[in-house]
């Protein structure tokens, strides 16, 4: 809120070059804002796919986590007045490789009953196709 306060200030300053520092400094803002969102919302959808392959089964709940994490992504990679996304096919993959370390140390309490650790869980599972599926399912 202090930024707009300050922008309005820039502008009735007739200080145009700070202002549009501040916008550009707001769009960053809220591009970071965007892409954490989608950055957790990824951790989640990994989790899932991560216990999926692992324990080479599913259920109706982790599939509905699947669905909510896929429609969080998507609603909120969507610029919805400009058109486009926040974050690229690549930005999106380089999130997801970011979270799969999270996502598998929280997969690890939850698959198998939480018997395995996070180490003898990645050995179960193949890293880049979760998250070759995890991109596709984003992008249907």
Do not use: C
């Not at 970011?98 to 939480?114: M, S, T």
């Amino acid at each position: 809120m202090e930024e707009l306060i300050e922008l309005r200030q820039y502008i009735e300053a007739h200080d145009y070059d700070k202002a549009l520092e501040l916008v550009a400094d707001l769009e960053e803002m809220s591009k970071d804002d965007k892409l954490n969102k989608i950055y957790s919302y990824g951790i989640v959808l990994l989790v899932h796919l991560i216990k999926q392959q692992a324990e080479k089964r599913s259920t109706r709940s982790w599939e509905f986590s699947i669905y909510t994490a896929i429609e969080g992504i998507q609603r909120v990679n969507r610029r919805r007045k400009a058109g486009g996304t926040y974050a690229n096919q690549s930005e999106l993959a380089d999130l997801l490789a970011d979270g799969f370390e999270i996502a598998i140390r929280k997969a690890a309490l939850e698959a198998f009953e939480g018997q395995y650790s996070d180490q003898e869980l990645r050995a179960m599972v193949d890293p880049e196709d979760i998250q070759t599926q995890a991109m596709e399912l984003i992008q249907r």
